[in-house]
């Protein structure tokens, strides 16, 4: 079954989700620092109107971070029933994804804390990972998470 995604690279490393997933990609633009507020997420952000949580996914995967810059992006996810910000290194592709050839993760990347790895799709070579934005955290269980939602 393919599926329309929007693939976006973080450490050079190419992840996917859904379209159906994403309500808009746009730049970064200022963030506002939060206080209390969860290592990985850099803050708030205003994007076509609307404050999104900024979560930098270099930082929630555990890789260096760096500056935002003109290739950087927010990709605007629905996780649950909040919108999130998702800050990475690019977006620039859309694709049509045969989700039927998608690979389990092994067994070394499974976790409670990591059970957001669909699965891992070799296309042509190329390891594109392919996320669930509901699952890349626990919102329920963050009391500090913003609770912006946003009018789709």
Not at 95 to 106: A, C, T
Request: net charge negative.
């Amino acid at each position: 079954m393919k599926v329309p995604c929007v693939l976006f690279k973080v450490a050079d490393t190419t992840y996917a989700v859904a379209a159906s997933a994403v309500h808009m990609v746009d730049m970064i633009d200022q963030v506002t620092r939060v206080p209390n507020a969860p290592p990985w997420v850099d803050g708030l952000a205003t994007v076509r109107g609307q404050v999104v949580p900024v979560v930098n996914l270099r930082r929630r995967f555990g890789f260096e971070t760096q500056p935002f810059d003109l290739q950087s992006r927010l990709v605007v996810v629905r996780a649950g029933n909040r919108f999130l910000g998702l800050a990475v290194d690019q977006a620039r592709e859309f694709m049509n994804l045969d989700l039927d050839v998608l690979e389990p993760p092994p067994d070394a990347l499974r976790s409670p804390d990591n059970d957001a790895l669909e699965g891992i799709l070799n296309l042509d070579g190329r390891l594109i990972l392919i996320l669930t934005p509901a699952r890349l955290f626990n919102i329920d269980e963050e009391p500090s998470w913003p609770t912006t939602t946003a009018a789709s």
